[in-house]
């Protein structure tokens, strides 16, 4: 056992010494807020399907086969899954598996399926990104129920991690728009391109925002601000120090993109930044094998967020709730001019709450949210995706 601390301690790198990282926040556990029974029903919420093989898996809430009610869509590695949804119980089908690009295959685990009529054909279709760097766009074609039919096209393809899509109709033409995130290859600056839509299947391009040395980890539209054009929220991992290009003491953040009337952004503001660091820094082994369990047992691990927005307390406006590797999903409400307050952590699953989306699942009127996560911390590829019920009108 000495001989392992002794080995540990003088381990690898040039940043062995240890070191102190600065945090501008204390460090502190977020515990459930309780006060938030009123709006979401307690502990995890109700089970709705295993996902044993996989980590996490990325979900989209689609109407696919117009039946009136909400069915999924579940991408997990490079397999995109229709579950088919009969009375509340949720009927897996493999649908679509990405193709490898240059050897590799693409990976779904953290990207968003949005969903939208993008033809004007009164069907949902759904698009879909992933870190390849390919954005696809599926066509329903009159697809019935257990049996989904689109057509697949590529839009654009960029240098790699389409992780953040979201539709909405930036130019009031009356056709369905998109905004998608993507970064160079190896990475330099992430972009987030608007995608007009011509309506004829085609998109015109218009980059709006850059981040340099950085991923864009999700991204969602809406007009938050209420006043008639639509605004971006895009989610970063950030980080204080870089050790043997390892980032460690990596925090989330949430930012918001006011859109000035014309569709261009130059109003950035961050909502919140969530996580910490240990005060003390060893070297990479000891980072990885002791700091982040540790970190991960105080909750205090809080990057890669996921978003998923809806009116989650029925007032109007845009709300949104957050995941991500610390297995926390957080309420966050707007107050109608695009200001947002914690609302509270709702739950706090295993591990690696990155599957979010919303919608009335249960037809009682109002959003109910879907999760996929891991159960605990050590149990990688044994997803499992939970209905949080809102409980606004029980």
Request: charged fraction near 20%; charge should be negative.
């Amino acid at each position: 056992m000495i001989i392992i601390l002794i080995f540990l301690f003088s381990t690898l790198s040039t940043c062995n010494n240890v070191k102190s990282i600065s945090s501008n926040a204390s460090l502190e556990i977020d515990l459930i807020n309780n006060d938030n029974a009123v709006l979401f029903d307690s502990g995890n919420g109700e089970l709705i399907k295993d996902m044993a093989g996989s980590v996490s898996s990325s979900l989209g809430a689609i109407d696919y086969d117009n039946d009136g009610d909400l069915d999924l869509i579940e991408g997990a590695d490079n397999y995109i899954n229709i579950l088919t949804n009969k009375q509340g119980e949720f009927i897996r089908q493999s649908f679509y598996m990405l193709p490898n690009k240059n050897g590799y295959g693409d990976d779904l685990d953290r990207v968003p399926f949005p969903v939208g009529d993008f033809n004007n054909d009164g069907k949902q279709d759904f698009l879909v990104g992933g870190v390849q760097g390919i954005i696809r766009l599926f066509i329903n074609n009159n697809s019935q129920p257990d049996t989904p039919n689109f057509t697949n096209y590529t839009i654009a393809e960029f240098g790699q991690y389409v992780r953040g899509i979201a539709v909405a109709d930036f130019n009031d033409d009356g056709w369905l728009d998109f905004a998608a995130s993507y970064a160079t290859s190896p990475i330099e600056y992430s972009t987030i391109t608007l995608f007009y839509n011509q309506g004829d299947l085609t998109f015109s391009q218009d980059n709006i925002y850059r981040l340099d040395d950085n991923y864009i980890q999700d991204l969602a539209t809406g007009d938050f601000d209420n006043d008639g054009d639509i605004d971006l929220i895009f989610t970063k991992s950030i980080y204080k120090i870089k050790c043997d290009s390892w980032p460690i003491n990596i925090k989330g953040t949430y930012v918001f993109l006011e859109n000035n009337g014309n569709n261009s952004f130059p109003s950035e503001r961050v909502i919140a930044t969530r996580g910490h660091d240990l005060p003390l820094y060893y070297g990479i082994v000891i980072h990885q094998l002791i700091q982040q369990p540790i970190k991960h047992i105080l909750g205090i691990n809080r990057f890669n967020p996921q978003m998923t927005t809806a009116d989650f307390d029925n007032d109007g406006d845009l709300d949104f709730v957050v995941g991500d590797n610390s297995g926390k999903i957080e309420l966050w409400l707007n107050d109608g001019q695009g200001n947002f307050e914690s609302n509270g952590v709702i739950n706090r699953y295993g591990h690696l709450s990155w599957g979010l989306t919303s919608g009335d699942f249960d037809s009682d009127g109002d959003i109910d949210l879907l999760v996929s996560a891991l159960p605990r911390y050590s149990d990688f590829f044994e997803g499992q995706i939970w209905l949080k019920k809102n409980q606004l009108n029980p």
